[in-house]
């Protein structure tokens, strides 16, 4: 791992954990062994690290999805749902700090002032949004889900398992105990009128 890569890691817990304000370059420094003069020479100051970590974060998640989708072969709409659901969580508890850095309002404030900001933030969740709303799409054509409004529906569905994600990330409740009823409430929402009596 390059100096570079320890100082982002290390930031990223540090931001998650204490949030932007609260976090020192001091600590920072201490808890790398970097010299804060060092870290500034890649980083420039402490909103450009945020926004470097913000954009790591971005390009990983981004990332992950598109392997993921890539690779993934559904046998419909519904399936791919599913598995979307199954692998948002299963991503947000592998990257716990920066799940946790996205859910503090320190991203979001920032995003009122800067447009880089924003854009990071709305690429994050534009990207799984649109996921979801190509499993609509595919489970539309295929009869498995009925006509629904895409997009909408999309940012509902990524609502519901973010609400949950959010659960966990702030330790308020196990998210992963309401897996099962998170999958049945997604399918009956979507499931055509004439194929939900013989649901599972």
Do not use: P, W
């Amino acid at each position: 791992m390059s100096r570079k890569e320890a100082i982002l890691q290390a930031a990223t817990h540090l931001f998650s954990q204490k949030g932007f304000r609260n976090t020192s370059m001091g600590e920072l420094s201490r808890l790398t062994g970097v010299a804060q003069g060092t870290i500034f020479y890649h980083f420039k100051n402490k909103k450009g690290l945020f926004l470097a970590i913000l954009e790591a974060i971005k390009t990983d998640i981004l990332e992950q999805f598109d392997r993921y989708t890539t690779e993934m072969r559904f046998e419909n709409g519904m399936e791919m749902i599913e598995g979307i659901v199954t692998f948002y969580l299963h991503m947000a508890g592998s990257m716990e700090d920066r799940f946790l850095l996205l859910h503090r309002h320190d991203a979001y404030e920032m995003a009122m002032e800067n447009a880089v900001f924003r854009g990071h933030l709305e690429a994050i969740f534009t990207s799984v949004v649109d996921v979801f709303e190509r499993a609509l799409l595919l489970g539309q054509k295929d009869g498995s889900i009925e006509k629904t409004q895409g997009k909408k529906t999309a940012f509902i569905l990524f609502s519901m398992v973010d609400g949950l994600v959010r659960l966990d990330t702030f330790k308020l409740y196990h998210g992963g105990s309401l897996y099962d009823e998170l999958i049945t409430s997604c399918r009956r929402m979507l499931q055509r009128q004439d194929t939900k009596g013989c649901s599972s």
